[in-house]
């Protein structure tokens, strides 16, 4: 009986920190959204971190992708409007890793 309450505790204690280590993760990755509005030459597409406005990003005549990433004179060409998005992120540091 030792060997299977053993077995019982460390399999209860893995459970336990993989809950914790969950937890963790919901607490620490931020909670990105990103809208749109009109505007006169087209869609603003605008990145927000809860009420917190990060930036916002537009494609160009010339079909590029224009990151303007708040507090930031930087204005970024990208290829595609995801990079323009993980460049706002990045800029104003909330850029976490995917570990799962």
């Known amino acids: 009986m030792i060997v299977?309450?053993?077995?019982?505790?460390?399999?209860?204690?893995?459970?336990?920190?993989?809950?914790?280590i969950e937890q963790l993760s919901e607490e620490l990755a931020p909670e990105i959204e990103i809208d749109s509005v009109a505007d006169e030459f087209g869609l603003l597409y605008r990145v927000w971190n809860g009420s917190q406005l990060l930036g916002t990003f537009y494609q160009n005549l010339q079909e590029k992708w224009i990151a303007q990433p708040c507090n930031t004179d930087e204005r970024p060409f990208c290829n595609t409007p995801e990079t323009?998005?993980?460049?706002?992120?990045?800029?104003?540091?909330?850029?976490?890793?995917?570990?799962?």
């Open 4 to 20: 299977q309450d053993e077995f019982d505790n460390q399999a209860l204690a893995q459970i336990e920190f993989e809950e914790y």
């Open 84 to 100: 323009a998005q993980l460049i706002i992120i990045a800029v104003n540091g909330l850029l976490v890793a995917n570990v799962a």
